[in-house]
């Protein structure tokens, strides 16, 4: 059992920046492909960046490509999410997820462990 908890969230300015990181707890951390998902009021959750046991490769979604960076420190069992010129439209509870597939990562499915969630509000 993977538990993985989320921080870094919080209240900013629209143009601004955060960045969320998701400690997990197992020391197999480095063999899973992690992912980062949102769910905003009213809407599904919806993929928003994905990246490879190594790092080797990475993905994200239309709307964050050019502004979100995800990355991960196998060493510390850590997945980060850099956020910049954040939009009030990303206002979302952001989670992040562990799979043990590479294939089909925007897919909630195929996610084996999740975290609980941290708020991302960015005001206009």
């Known amino acids: 059992q993977v538990q993985l908890v989320e921080s870094g969230g919080g209240l900013v300015q629209a143009g601004g920046s955060l960045r969320l990181s998701c400690a997990a707890s197992?020391?197999?951390?480095?063999?899973?492909?992690m992912g980062w998902f949102r769910r905003a009021p009213g809407k599904e959750r919806e993929f928003v960046a994905g990246?490879?046991?190594?790092?080797?490769?990475?993905n994200y979604v239309d709307s964050v490509k050019g502004r979100f960076t995800i990355s991960r420190d196998n060493a510390k069992n850590t997945v980060y999410l850099q956020m910049n010129s954040l939009k009030p439209e990303d206002t979302a509870v952001y989670y992040c997820?562990?799979?043990?597939?590479?294939?089909?990562?925007?897919?909630?499915?195929?996610?084996?462990?999740w975290g609980q969630g941290t708020q991302v509000t960015v005001s206009s």
């Open positions: 197992d020391r197999t951390f480095s063999s899973y492909t």
């Open positions: 990246i490879s046991w190594n790092g080797g490769w990475t």
């Open positions: 997820a562990a799979s043990r597939r590479s294939d089909s990562y925007y897919r909630t499915s195929v996610y084996d462990y």
